[in-house]
């Protein structure tokens, strides 16, 4: 029986061709709205590897309790990397040399030659042991800092919004009054140091005129829980030192942007929502014109049913091409681009979670925007159907 049978799915498709400019226009409403999802979902995903890939497992960073979470308010005794070693067998050797690193860090003005401005950044004066403790550091262009100079991350440019010409080796930026020298770049595999402008230690403790410290990051030896550690800090009260394994302080870092992340998926859950009351207007502009050819179709033997599910077929079309054209454009202009925020900064990450997000909803836009107009047009009688005047 013909009552029986579906559209041809060709049928569905030469559909769209009939009214090629109402199917452009719904096409790149579509892809505007995956679009924005996907760049929301990579912005949550982007700041997530940030702060998952900073944290090596065998680092334990010691710095002021009184600091809580924020390094840059933390002041130790410079005496603490010795009271360290001395102390504690836990920590790992290099050739000889104990692989603890003394650190310096902070957020200051920076002044680069295109912004005199100048712009936060953020600033880690370290020793030749960091190398040794920073394990997913990995040096670039150029050479190691010496005396008056600095190695730039990747990301430094974004945070302090400058042209990355500003920072090429050889050029000179003016922090605290002093100038220095860019001796070479580095990269740390997408993590939070990649926003981080680092020098020698002694060479920002004395423009800064402080002598303290911020913090000591120590490297343990393999399979060595930070027990030793921990407990040394707790029983040197005067020192008001405090422990935490580096993947631990940044898991906390994460709670902390919790609200980011929470506010970023409802904004991509409201797009998402506006997409679906586009594709219900669209869709009842494209659906509303073609109500005489529908009766035509019921009053040949074809139901509802089958009517309806190739209109969403049409729906479903244009958003599969909606989602790859949106995809392949956030993958080839987004994906890996540099993003500022208050920490410093971090990649886009377009990756499968974004797009299959995004994707999603492309398709459930097509579906559900289609829906409701195709079923409102399908009650109209077919004897009013095909009267019906376009």
């Not at 295109?114 to 950044?121: D, N, V």
């Not at 900064?345 to 459930?364: E, M, R, S």
Request: aromatic residues 6%.
């Amino acid at each position: 029986m013909p009552s029986l049978k579906l559209l041809p799915w060709d049928y569905a498709v030469r559909n769209l061709w009939r009214r090629p400019s109402r199917t452009l226009l719904t096409w790149l409403a579509l892809t505007v709205v995956v679009f924005l999802v996907m760049v929301i979902v990579g912005l949550v995903r982007g700041l997530e590897r940030s702060l998952s890939t900073s944290g090596d497992p065998e680092v334990v960073l010691v710095y002021s309790v009184g600091a809580e979470m924020n390094l840059e308010a933390s002041a130790i005794k410079a005496s603490t990397p010795g009271l360290l070693t001395a102390n504690l067998s836990s920590i790992r050797q290099h050739l000889g040399q104990v692989c603890v690193s003394p650190e310096l860090y902070l957020g200051t003005i920076i002044r680069t030659d295109s912004r005199p401005q100048g712009g936060l950044g953020l600033i880690r004066g370290v020793t030749d042991a960091a190398p040794l403790v920073r394990r997913q550091i990995l040096l670039t262009a150029g050479q190691w800092p010496g005396p008056g100079e600095l190695l730039v991350g990747r990301f430094v440019a974004t945070k302090l919004d400058c042209p990355p010409a500003d920072l090429a080796i050889g050029k000179e930026v003016l922090i605290e009054g002093t100038r220095w020298k860019v001796s070479g770049h580095f990269t740390a595999n997408g993590g939070a140091f990649d926003a981080e402008i680092w020098c020698p230690l002694p060479d920002l403790q004395q423009a800064l005129k402080r002598q303290d410290l911020s913090l000591v990051a120590c490297l343990l030896k393999p399979n060595t829980p930070p027990t030793q550690i921990d407990v040394f800090c707790k029983q040197r009260v005067d020192l008001e030192l405090k422990a935490v394994a580096e993947p631990t302080y940044y898991r906390s870092l994460q709670m902390y942007y919790q609200p980011l992340r929470a506010l970023a998926w409802m904004v991509a859950g409201l797009i998402s929502a506006s997409g679906v009351f586009a594709g219900l207007n669209l869709m009842y502009g494209a659906v509303a014109g073609r109500v005489r050819e529908l009766a035509t179709l019921q009053s040949i033997g074809f139901r509802r049913h089958a009517i309806l599910w190739s209109l969403l077929q049409e729906g479903g079309l244009l958003a599969a091409a909606a989602s790859v054209l949106a995809g392949a454009l956030a993958v080839a202009l987004l994906h890996d681009s540099a993003v500022r925020f208050t920490m410093g900064a971090f990649a886009l990450q377009i990756d499968a979670v974004a797009i299959l997000t995004g994707c999603g909803v492309g398709l459930l836009v097509g579906v559900l925007g289609a829906l409701p107009p195709a079923w409102k047009i399908l009650r109209v009688p077919v004897v009013l159907g095909l009267k019906w005047n376009v």
